[in-house]
């Protein structure tokens, strides 16, 4: 059924099933896609250097 009003749609990434292979950016019909794929490490962030592992042996907690 047709409202005769503008729809809006959002994309939505489900993580459980999305593999980053950028498929959905590169078939978005729209000139700027509406959705972009990031490299995995910058979308999840990478580990401080400086951080210790408090369960690992070791004196510095990096072994």
């Given at each position: 059924m047709r409202t005769g009003?503008?729809?809006r749609f959002l994309?939505?990434?489900?993580s459980d099933a999305c593999t980053g292979c950028g498929k959905c950016?590169?078939?978005?019909?729209?000139?700027?896609?509406a959705i972009k794929v990031l490299?995995?490490?910058l979308a999840k962030g990478v580990?401080?250097?400086?951080?210790?592992?408090?369960?690992?042996e070791g004196k510095d907690g990096k072994s």
């Open positions: 009003k503008h729809a994309p939505t990434v489900h950016e590169k078939v978005c019909v729209l000139e700027q896609p490299p995995l490490s580990l401080g250097h400086h951080y210790r592992f408090g369960w690992l």
